[in-house]
T-cell receptor
Framework: EPEVTQTPSHQVTQMGQEVILRCVPI?????FYWYRQILGQKVEFLVS????????KSEIFDDQFSVERPDGSNFTLKIRSTKLEDSAMYFC????????????FGEGSRLTVL | EDQVTQSPEALRLQEGESSSLNCSYT??????LFWYRQDPGKGPEFLFT???AGEEKEKERLKATLTKKESFLHITAPKPEDSATYLC?????????????FGGGTRVLVKP
């Protein structure tokens, strides 16, 4: 069964360092997303991406965040200068064209900022 | 602002003891309501989409229903493998990028 894959599964970084989280969405999907979940809190929307551009972003997704689809398979989230409060599980998700909203999530990348 | 509230926060059941989870929502026009299952340390796994009041969906021991203000996830004769956190999310009509707003989830523990 096709799945969304994410790397790394866990990353520990120092405050102020840059981090790149990687995702390989399901191959025939055209819509891509990043969500995050701080421990014990709700899953929160960060950004949606379609046709090589951001289609919607939340207030959380400020200038320190960026997304990119550098090739035909990868989708990345970059955090330029990490803060302690960026510690969370980051989920990539994808959706096929024509569906009305079923997102398929990856297993997540746990980011720990020290 | 779109809001999703789930209750109870946690539910302990004996195997075979049926129960219901509630998801109350406030949204400016509903495009869809989604139920997901999340196991510890994993990503949400899609279960159901409901689009309009009165709609019902079933999958094995799970049945989801929808009214204009809330949705219920009924678990019939649960087994220990049904233990998970169940998440409800809404997609408003105005969401250009398919943004989903999630509730806090209900942690279900089914004891044998």
């Amino acid at each position: 069964e096709p799945e969304v894959t994410q790397t790394p599964s866990h990353q520990v970084t120092q405050m102020g360092q840059e981090v790149i989280l990687r995702c390989v969405p399901i191959s025939n999907h055209l819509y891509f997303y990043w969500y995050r979940q701080i421990l014990g809190q709700k899953v929160e929307f960060l950004v949606s991406f379609y046709n090589n551009e951001i289609s919607e972003k939340s207030e959380i997704f400020d200038d320190q965040f960026s997304v990119e689809r550098p090739d035909g398979s990868n989708f990345t989230l970059k955090i330029r200068s990490t803060k302690l409060e960026d510690s969370a599980m980051y989920f990539c998700a994808s959706r096929e064209s024509g569906s009305t909203g079923e997102l398929f999530f990856g297993e997540g990348s746990r980011l720990t900022v020290l | 602002e779109d809001q999703v509230t789930q209750s109870p926060e946690a539910l302990r059941l004996q195997e075979g003891e049926s129960s219901s989870l509630n998801c109350s929502y406030t949204v400016s026009g509903l495009r869809g309501l989604f139920w997901y299952r999340q196991d510890p340390g994993k990503g949400p796994e899609f279960l159901f989409t409901l689009y309009s009041a009165g709609e019902e969906k079933e999958k094995e021991r799970l049945k989801a229903t929808l009214t204009k203000k809330e949705s219920f996830l009924h678990i019939t004769a649960p087994k220990p493998e049904d233990s998970a956190t169940y998440l409800c999310a809404v997609r408003p009509l105005k969401a250009a990028g398919n943004k989903l707003t999630f509730g806090g989830g209900t942690r279900v523990l089914v004891k044998p």
